[in-house]
């Protein structure tokens, strides 16, 4: 019995070990997923932020499949999806977007230079519309179905390889 009372320290020392490689190796998935996905879009009526371009308004999010993009003027993410949001307008998805705690001049600038596929931009100078959405920050864009819930969220800025992936949950949303 005193032999094994010897190692017993060892052996816990081996355990917590290999634990904490464990953790170390593959840690857990920190992404914040949106409780909202399955559910309708959230009452908004976000105003316009550019002139001749509408704002965004729950309502209209109904009638037929589109994207919600979630950006930001300032965000280096949104800048590297923009030619795949340009992709996907010129495939014929109806792009609407919300602007986090941005200015009409930065936006204007923005899309000068990286294009514009929005039908829609809705001010949210608070974040008051992407908390309700769910979304932990920018770039974010949500499948909006027919009906006006929420069928996909996707996290992060779209790359190329994830254009098919949203045009096929886009076809699902019919």
């Given at each position: 019995m005193r032999r094994v009372l010897i190692w017993a320290p060892l052996a816990f020392f081996a355990l917590v070990f290999a634990l904490v490689?464990?953790?170390?190796?593959?840690?857990?998935?920190?992404?914040?997923?949106?409780?909202?996905?399955?559910k309708p879009v959230p009452t908004m009526a976000l105003p316009a932020l550019l002139p001749g371009k509408p704002g965004v308004a729950t309502a209209e999010l109904?009638?037929?499949?589109?994207?919600?993009?979630?950006?930001?003027?300032?965000?280096?993410?949104?800048?590297?999806?923009?030619?795949?949001?340009?992709?996907?307008?010129?495939?014929?998805?109806?792009?609407?977007?919300i602007a986090v705690r941005d200015t009409t001049e930065a936006v204007q600038a923005f899309l000068?230079?990286?294009?514009?596929?929005?039908?829609?931009?809705?001010?949210?100078k608070a974040s008051r519309a992407q908390l309700a959405l769910g979304s932990s920050g920018v770039p974010e864009t949500f499948v909006i179905d027919a009906a006006g819930r929420i069928a996909y969220q996707h996290i992060g800025d779209i790359r190329e390889d994830d254009v098919p992936l949203l045009l096929a949950q886009l076809e699902k949303a019919k």
């Open positions: 490689a464990s953790g170390l190796i593959k840690p857990g998935d920190r992404t914040v997923h949106s409780a909202m996905v399955g109904k009638g037929q499949p589109r994207l919600l993009n979630v950006f930001a003027s300032w965000c280096i993410p949104c800048i590297a999806e923009a030619p795949q949001l340009m992709k996907l307008k010129q495939a014929g998805v109806e792009i609407d977007a000068a230079r990286h294009g514009d596929p929005y039908m829609r931009i809705g001010d949210d």
